[in-house]
T-cell receptor, first 108, second 112 residues
């Protein structure tokens, strides 16, 4: 299975700012996925990142809030824009059935 | 749309007890089913999976059987250990793609 790394592992941010999370995979993959896990909650799919095309967003998530880049077959970024305390969550990158370690975001 | 319903937690058991965590699903077609585990302070790990009816997934003493007739995928372990304390998530993927739909998670605590 793929080995997935994420940066940063955690961050504390001020409201109104933006944070970009990086996801690196050790092999070339067609689809990468971004999930959100709110405190004490389950995981919810934000979007599918496809190389060479725009990301596909799930209901309730929009590109302006969560822009995604997919410049090549091993890398993707998720930006959380104009953050509010409600964005405090763990953000996870996924390939197939494997997940990255997650980025724990706290917004003050 | 697809959905996964999991047994409400938290669940607290004594060491060596028998564990069952119930999971049922609603989906069109023939989804693949998964159990994930999240240990305290750690990331999400795939515990086991089953891709078709009557398949049994197993790992680390845990088992789950894909029951199409009852749309269930209950997680079982015969004798739990303190180290099994974690949050367990049931999930499905449908139509051959890799998008996962998760249940709400069940927090399991094993006391010595």
């Amino acid at each position: 299975s793929a080995v997935i790394s994420q940066k940063p592992s955690r961050d504390i941010c001020q409201r109104g700012t933006s944070l970009t999370i990086q996801c690196q995979v050790d092999s070339q993959v067609t689809m990468m996925f971004w999930y959100r896990q709110q405190p004490g909650q389950s995981l919810t799919l934000i979007a599918t990142a496809n190389q060479g095309s725009e990301a596909t967003y799930e209901s309730g998530f929009v590109i302006d809030k969560f822009p995604i880049s997919r410049p090549n077959l091993t890398f993707s970024t998720l930006t959380v824009s104009n953050m509010s305390p409600e964005d405090s969550s763990i953000y996870l990158c996924s390939v197939g059935t494997s997940f990255g370690p997650g980025t724990r975001l706290t917004v003050l | 749309g697809d959905s996964v319903t999991q047994m409400e937690g938290p669940v607290t058991l004594s060491e060596e007890a028998f564990l069952t965590i119930n999971c049922t699903y609603t989906a069109t077609g023939y989804p693949s089913l998964f159990w994930y585990v999240q240990y305290p302070g750690e990331g999400l790990q795939l515990l086991l999976k089953a891709t078709k009816a009557d398949d049994k997934g197993s790992n680390k003493g845990f088992e789950a059987t894909y029951r199409k007739e009852t749309t269930s995928f209950h997680l079982e372990k015969g004798s739990v250990q303190v180290s099994d304390s974690a949050v367990y998530f049931c999930a499905l993927a449908n139509f051959g793609n890799e998008k996962l739909t998760f249940g709400t998670g069940t927090r399991l605590t094993i006391i010595p």
